[in-house]
Structure formats: structure tokens, C-alpha cells
């Protein structure tokens, strides 16, 4: 069936918003309303004439609500192949009336759960007759109109207007609409009772739901094709919730680098100004300071040929003078919790410079699953929430590090748990010093870090680079004594890695030889 004129329309929402208009309109073309208590009191109140559904079905609603929807009468007023003898029989014989458009929205379960309510509310806003009804009108989409979305009631509306009734293709649209937001519904269920009510860390079923949102215009690559996709239930606010102020669309490139910036920067959401610098998703120059302005500084001049095009996240409201800095490069993307009339206004002048406000940084030490996709299924764990604040750092050389050497290893650390593996960072007076990133093996990653460390301080002038009495991270342990003889040649002067390597004692004794002071966290930070 092509075009259906509507004779009868069942409307029961949750969320009421726009429903009196879209009833008005049905009633205007003559459709029957029949409606379920609260919705049903809406309309009443707005004037319209409404047919109660237990006057449909000869059936009192009961149960306390819970039974009102669930009856022949309306499953098979949905359900009926209209051109079907054998269907059109047995209506007939039952006293069975077509329904043509159901206007459903579901018991509000996710913000119920968002709220904090206790188990039994949670438990009562899990809708039954809803999705019932959705399901039977959306499977019998040939005839009948399924509407869950009240951003669609100004579609349903116009076509009524243009056609008096609703076409196939509309009816068909609806109902793959009306599959995804049951599908939905139940996934957040599903999520509820796995995570929150049964406590488990990966269910025998993964049930994840993500509503699109941003359409990009192509992904790694040009001939790539991507969208962004929201979580449907709780989740951390990040890039995804971002407002951007200006600029032009995301890129998926953009999105990522951002994300790893953001994701840093949130490590020192309770510290000093700090400001981070990412080059396709690797921190490029990291630093600290009094000021934002005087931490950027410090940042960029970490590898400022590699800052070029990249990708700046900061840890405070963004001013003016910090906007005019970054403004003196080419810079993609700045994320900001917020940002002053004087910063905007400078980033104004950038037209392709996006700016995007973060309000709250995201907890570095919140759960949660990560997900990443191989051929044939998806690898999933929990986030690498891992702090120095959960470890006892054990000295384990004879030299104890100095205080400043301390507070450098304990920055070199946390910046080096961004960096892709085999990750090392130098890292002094808080700022990076010099950043080796994703090689094969870890003394490469040693050497590049500080051959980027001597570049930076010919590039600035320096008499010498900041290797120089720095702090060496190591993502994992050194598995021979020649990465860290690198770090040794390069100046650095104190050393913090997991240890763990069968050749501990002897990468110990190399540091000792040296004089260096160096402490075990026990604890790894890979990031593939």
C-alpha cells in the first residue's frame, strides 16, 4: 500500500513536547484520537475530543498502569494485513478497528537512571507496552504510520497537509527509526542491569548504543567515509560534547587529536596552567607554568616545528594574551574549558581556526570500557585510569632523587602515559624537554626524544638543551641498560619506568655507574 488515509491514531508519550499540536492537525483531518492517561489529559485539557483506550478495549487500564496497551483489540488493530481476507475476517468477527498512526515514546529509563533513583523506580520506568506497540506498527509499516520521535511530528503534519495521508516511504523511514530507538531503549536496559544492578565488568553480551551525530566529510583518508556517534547513555563530557565557538566542521583527524589532547590535559585538571600541543595524537610539547601565556610558551618551544597544524588543549579559561600567542602559528583546533570576549575575539580573526569550549574537564581516573575494532570483533577493556596517586614509588638506586627531580619524574610520567608506545619523555622544571614516540624498540624512541631536545634548543638559541639535568619516563621497563645509557648521554640525571625486566639489576647498576637516581612505579602504561 502506497498512500493509507488515516482513520484512527493512538497517541501515549512520555515526553508530551509538541503532541497537542500533532494532535490538532489528526483531528483536523478527521482521525480518531485514542489515548492512554496522561496523554490522553493533555489533550482534553487543549480542547480535543479523545477516545479512552480501555473504551477500546473494554478493559480498564490495571496494575497500576502497567496493563493498559497489552490487549488484541490493539495489537491487532496494529498488526492486521489490511489486504489479507483472512486478517479482514477475523477483525471483523472480534470487533477489531484498524489503528493507522501510533504516536509512542518511551518511559524516560535513562534519565530515570541519570537521576540517581533507587532500584525500584528505576525498575517501574521500564516501559512494556510502548515498545510492544511500537514493534507491531513498525512490522506492519505497509499500513501503518510509527512515530517515536517527536522532531518527526512537523514531517507527519506536512504530509498530511500535502496528501492526506502518509506514503510508503515515509512509513518505512519511521519504522527503521522506530527499531533503532526500541533497540536503544533496550540496550540501556540491558547496560543498567549488567553494570549497575549485576555489577559485571564485561557481560556475556556487550549491549552499546550511540546515536550519530556529527556527518564528517571523511575519515583518515579522503576516500574514507565517517561519522561522529554519541554515547545514548551516561558518559564523560569530552570532544564530543564540546561546543565548538568557531571554525570550520571537524575532521575525524580533528576529533581524534583533540581527544588525546584533552585527554592529557585533564590529568592536571587540579594543577598549575598547563598546556598541551598534539601532533596526530602524540603530545608534541608539554608544560606547566604560573600563567597560561608563560606555559604555552614553554610548550612550544618543545618542538616548535612539529606544534605547526597541530592540535592545543589548556586546563583554564583561555585570555587574550595566551589567544594572541597561539594565534602567531598555524593551529588546527584549541579546546579550552572556557574562554573570555578578548580570546574569542582574537580566534575570530583565524576563520579556520576552531575553538572549542569544553566546560568541566573529563576525571583522569574515571571508568569505563574502551572499544577498539580488529577484523572479526572488537577488543575491549577497562580505561587505563592508572595514577602515580595508586603506587609507591620505590627508589631503587643508591642516589634518592633530589626534589625537582621527583616532581620532573612525576611529570615525565604522566605525560609519557599519552605517548604512543615505545613511549620516553624528558622532562624538566615542568615542561617537556624532548619526546620519543611509537618506535620498535625503546632506545630508538631514547635517542629521537633527545635528538628533538637538541634541535629545540638550537631552534631557541640555548646553550644547551633541557635534556640536560632533566627527569627520563619510560612507559614500560627498560628491557637492556642501552636505552637508558641513551638517556644518560643525553643529561638526564633521574629515571622513572615500571622495572619488571629480567635485566633489572643490571639496568640498576648502569644508572648507579652513572650516578642517576631512579624510581619503580610497578606500574605500565603502554598505549598501542
Known sequence: MDHVTPQRALLSVSDK????????????????????????????????????????????????????????????????????????????????????????????FEATVAKGADRDTIIENIDIGGPSMVRSAAKNHDAVAIVTDPADYGALIAELDANGGTSLATRRRFAAKAYAATAAYDSAIAQWFAFADQGQAFPDTLPLAFTRGAELRYGENPHQSASLYIPRGPAARGIAQAEQVQGKALSYNNYNDADAALELVSEFRDGPPTVVIVKHANPCGVATGDTLIEAY????????????????????????????????????????????????AVFAAKKNLRLLLTGDLPDPARGGLTVKTIAGGLLVQSRDAGNLGQVELKVVTKRQPTEQELADCRFAWTVAKHVKSNAIVYAKDGSTAGIGAGQMNRLESARIAAWKAKDAADKAGWSEPRTIGSAVASDAFFPFADGLLAAVEAGATAVIQPGGSIRDEEVVAAADEAGLAMVFTGMRHFRH
Do not use: W
Open 297 to 344: 610558551r614553554e610548550a612550544l618551544a618543545c618542538d616548535s616545528v612539529s606544534a605547526f597544524g597541530g592540535i592545543i588543549a589548556v586546563n583554564r579559561p583561555l585570555d587574550g594574551e595566551t589567544a594572541r600567542a597561539i594565534s602567531g602559528i598555524f593551529t588546527e583546533v584549541v579546546a579550552a574549558p572556557a574562554a573570555d570576549d578578548e580570546a574569542k
Open 17 to 108: 513536547s509538541g503532541i497537542v499540536d500533532l494532535a490538532t492537525a489528526l483531528a483536523r483531518h478527521g482521525v480518531e484520537l485514542v489515548s492512554t492517561g496522561g496523554t490522553a489529559a493533555a489533550l482534553r485539557d487543549a480542547g480535543l475530543t479523545v477516545r479512552d483506550i480501555s473504551d477500546l478495549t473494554g478493559f480498564p487500564e490495571m496494575m497500576d498502569g502497567r496493563v493498559k496497551t497489552l490487549h488484541p483489540i490493539v495489537h491487532g488493530g496494529l498488526l492486521a494485513v489490511r489486504d489479507n481476507a483472512e486478517h479482514v475476517a477475523s477483525m471483523q468477527e472480534h470487533g477489531i478497528g484498524a489503528i493507522d498512526i501510533v504516536v509512542v515514546n518511551l518511559y524516560p
